[in-house]
């Protein structure tokens, strides 16, 4: 009897399906750069070379984690690609470029074209929010290597910037104040230990907790916030010196890549409120308060650095920026970042 890559477990015709929802979606980001349609070899982007005196293209790449278990439990699907660009656009923004076009890359078990379409719906989403153009990207059906219910996403973001203003952190000095941009919540990092502490113990997905004022799970699958909106003007107003994208490793392990060696961010955490689903994993999980800021962003999603001069200048462009510390000279004893919270000294 002959066999069809259908019996196989790759459904060709599932695959092309899946394209024609998705192609609106995909449609809706383009950018007038934009050269090519959904279905090219390649995606083609005319760079606008008379905007910048040095042109310089800044990329990133990142996927979103176990975050992905959640969506999967809850069958939701349309948040996670927003997830997927955030990662990506946040961290080449922190030095200073303009995210210009994203591709995604989704790899699963069974390939359900309304399922596909969701997960680029919200690819779309995020590329929107970040004024990026989605010109291209892969859906690889993978029977046998993944189980028919799950799924990864991946992503990778493309973005310029002029040479003379890429943001390596140089000209961060002693006396600089710090920033911070609130996160909605656990963003893309941590999920491992999230999940540990709050799915697998007196909790479950569906759990509706008073604080959080949603069910565990709506809670954990809040989308990334995405800066690009926030900090692109602020760029053109106000001589940033250094910016910082909070994920894995929270404050801690993020801020020193950001300036010299001989320098220290003392953070005061008592600056803003986290929000109440840190205090959560805290309180039900006995996790120390060290390990929390090592894991998550504790509620501080982006920091921008500039001299003491300019904070209300970027307070009038991000209203919801807040002096969170200040940079020092580094102490013989000190890390890259000392952060104080009451009596308590990380």
Not at 116 to 126: H, L, Q, T
Not at 246 to 266: Q, S
Request: proline share 4%; glycine share 10%.
């Amino acid at each position: 009897m002959a066999i069809s890559y259908k019996d196989a477990g790759v459904d060709i015709d599932a695959g092309n399906l899946a394209v024609e929802k998705m192609k609106g979606f995909v449609q809706s980001t383009y950018r007038p750069e934009v050269l090519t349609d959904l279905g090219s070899f390649a995606g083609l982007f005319e760079l606008n070379v008379q905007k910048y005196r040095q042109p310089v293209l800044l990329s990133g790449t990142d996927g979103v984690g176990t975050k992905l278990r959640v969506a999967q439990l809850l069958d939701k699907h349309d948040t996670v690609g927003i997830d997927a660009v955030a990662m990506c656009v946040n961290d080449i923004l922190a030095q200073g470029a303009e995210p210009l076009f994203f591709l995604d890359y989704i790899a699963l078990g069974k390939l359900v074209p309304e399922q596909v379409a969701e997960i680029v719906k919200g690819v779309a989403e995020g590329c929107k929010q970040a004024g990026c153009a989605l010109i291209g990207g892969e859906t690889a059906e993978m029977p046998g290597f993944y189980p028919d219910d799950e799924y990864d996403i991946a992503g990778f973001a493309v973005g310029v910037a002029d040479k003379s203003r890429v943001l390596t952190g140089d000209k961060v000095v002693p006396g600089d104040i710090l920033l911070g941009l609130p996160s909605t919540g656990l963003h893309s990092n941590g999920f491992s230990l999230a999940r540990r502490v709050l799915l697998e113990g007196s909790l479950n997905i569906n759990s509706y907790v008073e604080e959080l004022s949603q069910t565990v799970g709506e809670a954990m699958l809040t989308p990334t916030r995405i800066y690009v909106k926030d900090i692109l003007p602020l760029l053109e107003k106000v001589e940033v010196k250094g910016m910082c994208h909070i994920t894995g490793g929270g404050l801690l392990e993020n801020l020193p890549r950001v300036y010299a060696k001989e320098l220290c961010a003392h953070i005061d955490a008592t600056a803003w409120q986290a929000p109440a689903i840190f205090d959560l994993i805290q309180r039900l999980g006995g996790v120390e308060y060290l390990e929390m800021h090592r894991v998550f962003n504790m509620g501080i999603g982006y920091v921008v650095i500039v001299s003491p001069d300019d904070v209300d200048k970027v307070q009038g462009c991000c209203p919801d920026a807040i002096v969170i510390g200040q940079m020092t000279k580094r102490g013989a004893d000190e890390a890259g970042v000392v952060i104080n919270y009451t009596a308590r000294e990380v």
